[in-house]
């Protein structure tokens, strides 16, 4: 197993190279995401994410390959006022 470095939500983590950003926020928030990112439960995620500083379209999660150095943001919606 190949591994990489990426700083997510300013902690560095090592992961599988190849990892997939869908695959990488599925365990992070611990639910199972389909190939469209949809939660297979039907739920909604409420979940944005960037890498490098781009907000990356929930239908690119994916086909986006997380490499190397690569930092994560992952932020949560939140109600309020």
Same mark, same amino acid.
Request: no cysteine; charged share 20%.
């Given at each position: 197993? &190949?591994?990489? *470095?990426?700083?997510? *939500?300013?902690?560095?983590?090592?992961?599988?190279?190849? &990892?997939?950003?869908?695959?990488?926020?599925?365990? %992070?928030?611990? @639910?199972? =995401?389909?190939?469209?990112? @949809?939660?297979?439960?039907?739920?909604? =995620?409420?979940?944005?994410?960037?890498?490098?500083?781009?907000?990356?379209?929930?239908?690119?999660? *994916?086909? @986006?390959?997380?490499?190397?150095?690569?930092s994560i943001e992952l932020v949560t919606a939140? %109600?309020?006022?």
């Amino acid at each position: 197993m &190949t591994s990489i *470095n990426i700083i997510f *939500n300013s902690q560095q983590v090592q992961l599988e190279a190849g &990892t997939s950003l869908r695959e990488f926020i599925s365990a %992070q928030i611990g @639910k199972e =995401l389909d190939a469209d990112s @949809k939660a297979v439960d039907g739920s909604k =995620l409420g979940v944005a994410a960037a890498v490098d500083g781009a907000v990356v379209p929930r239908s690119s999660w *994916n086909s @986006k390959v997380l490499e190397d150095g690569h930092s994560i943001e992952l932020v949560t919606a939140a %109600q309020g006022g």
